[in-house]
């Protein structure tokens, strides 16, 4: 088989395989977690002419060694294996080298566990030819339509070469960049029991996976990321068809450099980067979302900057959109919203509503808490080349963007209302005035009206699925918190002045049956209520290749602030593989004024150790905590509230 390709004459290619590198290039979709674990396998380009024949003197240098003994202590006498993969439009190659006193058929056998942006598992079986048995592939137990699998005798062992269509694999359809990925090699005695495996990953565990780096990626890892010694995870990582031709593409930001890659942009050869003028490892870019804001299926880069120092900034909000041939964003709106100095804080409120297939932006003046009077001279915005910042104080009470000539341009401008007292009119105090003018609306009638603003922004109608009111902001007043589809909203008299609401889309939730309870508690210890949320998330079919359907019971702790709904807490409290499942323990443990939560092993039914076809994970650092199997051998662990977030 061959597996060089001629790489174009750019300085984004990287002319040799960096593995050590690739591990900076990170796997989760979204911020960043813990490395994971193993040796990256890097997936080469093949030719159009590869030949799937048993012979691996066509392959170029740059093995994977198997080295890591997942069952059984082989040594290299008994078991040894190393291998490589490579791709093109079509098909996924493996080839292997393994040496084995012994070939069993139908028992020994190499195996690919691939995962996918989302958490999406596959595992791949390709089981080498023996006397009455023939190579073959298998997927979940079924043969793989349109794949070759050929052996070929070794000394002192076998070869193997596989090639599998991408169509195998669902999820491939539209994504094939940010993949993560192990081999392994079973060994079976001559009784067909396996007594040794050994692979490039010690755990099977999506998170733990390390990266199955494509051309592009293992350009980025040769290329940007040893000039700029960029050695950490990114601190944004990001999958979505951003560039508009059917396959999702990577967006990554390592500090200041924002990064775009994929299977088929710029023919999958080349990757894009910027300089952003923050840096995202300083906390200067606190967001960043994809969001299809303009109708075309494509997704906007929704970035929020902050331009100066820490202390002293203006927050500006800007949407990068992929617009022509160029292959590059361009920036299509930018306003500023928000300013920090050291004489106060000045927010604006910003919504996206939806307006037919596109969406309008709205900014509004936020409210000030925080200046005194005499300082908002003071609070005069620096210059960012954005619209500029809407003050409090402001003659300006809200502008509204929509798309024109592929940018958003301001088509409203509303102004600030004059303050005034109205006068008592037959209707008594809060009536209608001499003049038939309309009073004030009372803070009941503004919550009911913020509440209709919310169902007409978000587009839903009817009755919410769960409707509580509880005081989750801080000012003894209740507030009312709803959940239509899988949008949590809450708004109250003491909120914004009953004149706004914050919401959060609860994306772990593909579908809103799949919440099971919302409520409230004060854990924190400080009077206000935080909002707890349970529910299942549920993976796309097929990505229980090991082990059959997998669900994870996930459990959701946060706090509403003047900005916002915020996440200070996530576990997974239960898992389902197939017919069995983990039930973990949960407990709320008083611990002085406060409450401290605690995760414990629980109890498996239908699962034990052996047929549980993951590892125990480890805690991360603000990420989703791990289910505690009850075999892990790892006690209570206790997470207590450190003023911002729940910690170890």
């Not at 740059?62 to 040594?75: C, K, T, V």
């Not at 359907?549 to 915020?566: A, C, D, N, P, T």
Request: hydrophobic share 40%.
């Amino acid at each position: 088989m061959r597996v060089s390709r001629t790489a174009p004459a750019t300085a984004l290619r990287a002319p040799a395989a960096a593995l050590a590198v690739g591990v900076a290039l990170g796997l989760c979709a979204g911020p960043a977690v813990a490395q994971p674990k193993g040796q990256p396998l890097a997936a080469r380009w093949a030719p159009q002419d590869v030949r799937v024949d048993g012979v691996l003197k066509e392959w170029p240098e740059g093995w994977s060694f198997l080295d890591i003994a997942e069952r059984g202590s082989p040594d290299r006498q008994d078991l040894f294996a190393k291998a490589r993969v490579a791709y093109d439009e079509e098909r996924l190659y493996v080839a292997a080298q393994v040496t084995d006193d012994k070939l069993v058929g139908g028992a020994d056998r190499v195996e690919l566990f691939l995962g996918f942006p989302g958490g999406q598992l596959y595992s791949v079986s390709l089981y080498p030819g023996a006397p009455g048995r023939r190579a073959q592939a298998t997927l979940a137990g079924a043969p793989v339509r349109g794949a070759e699998v050929v052996e070929g005798p070794l000394e002192n062992g076998w070869v193997l070469e596989a090639a599998l269509p991408w169509s195998a694999f669902s999820r491939a359809r539209s994504v094939r960049v940010g993949l993560r990925g192990a081999l392994f090699v079973h060994d079976a005695d001559r009784g067909g029991q396996v007594e040794a495996v050994v692979g490039t990953s010690p755990s099977r565990a999506y998170a733990d996976l390390p990266p199955f780096s494509t051309e592009p990626e293992l350009g980025l890892g040769h290329g940007l990321l040893r000039e700029k010694r960029l050695v950490r995870l990114p601190d944004y990582n990001l999958v979505g068809n951003v560039a508009g031709d059917g396959f999702e593409e990577r967006v990554l930001v390592y500090d200041q450099f924002l990064v775009v890659l994929g299977s088929h942009y710029r023919q999958g050869e080349q990757y894009f980067f910027r300089d952003l003028g923050v840096d995202a490892g300083r906390g200067m870019l606190p967001s960043l979302e994809l969001l299809d804001l303009t109708g075309d299926g494509r997704k906007e880069l929704v970035l929020r900057k902050r331009l100066g120092s820490s202390g002293h900034y203006v927050e500006v909000l800007e949407v990068l959109n992929f617009v022509g041939a160029e292959e590059t964003p361009s920036s299509i709106f930018a306003h500023e919203v928000a300013l920090k100095t050291p004489y106060g804080v000045a927010q604006s409120e910003v919504r996206v509503a939806p307006a037919g297939l596109r969406s309008r932006i709205v900014i509004a003046a936020g409210r000030n808490d925080s200046v005194a009077e005499k300082d908002r001279t003071r609070l005069a915005p620096p210059r960012s080349g954005a619209d500029p910042l809407l003050l409090p104080w402001g003659p300006i009470a809200s502008r509204s963007y929509a798309l024109s000539g592929g940018s958003f341009r301001l088509v409203e401008e509303k102004p600030r209302e004059p303050e005034r007292a109205t006068p008592a009119g037959p209707g008594g105090p809060g009536g209608s005035g001499p003049a038939g003018k309309k009073a004030p609306a009372t803070p009941p009638q503004l919550v009911a009206e913020t509440y209709e603003a919310f169902k007409r922004d978000r587009g839903v109608s009817g009755a919410p699925r769960f409707d509580l009111r509880a005081n989750v902001f801080g000012d003894r007043r209740s507030e009312r918190l709803v959940v239509h589809g899988i949008d949590l909203a809450v708004f109250g008299e003491g909120f914004r002045e009953g004149s706004g609401y914050a919401v959060l889309r609860l994306s772990a939730f593909a579908q809103p049956e799949d919440l099971a309870s919302v409520g409230v508690r004060d854990l924190t210890g400080d009077g206000v209520q935080e909002i707890i949320v349970t529910g299942v998330a549920r993976p796309s079919p097929g990505s229980g290749g090991a082990g059959g359907e997998i669900e994870s019971k996930l459990l959701f702790v946060y706090q509403l602030g003047e900005s916002g709904i915020r996440r200070i807490f996530a576990a997974e409290i239960e898992r389902r593989v197939g017919a069995g499942r983990i039930v973990g323990s949960l407990r709320y443990v008083p611990a002085g004024g406060s409450v401290e939560i605690e995760l414990g092993p629980g109890k498996a039914v239908g699962l034990d150790e052996q047929s549980y076809p993951f590892g125990q994970e480890e805690p991360r650092e603000g990420g989703v905590q791990p289910l505690i199997l009850p075999w892990s051998g790892i006690g209570a662990v206790r997470y207590r509230y450190d003023g911002q977030q729940y910690v170890r």
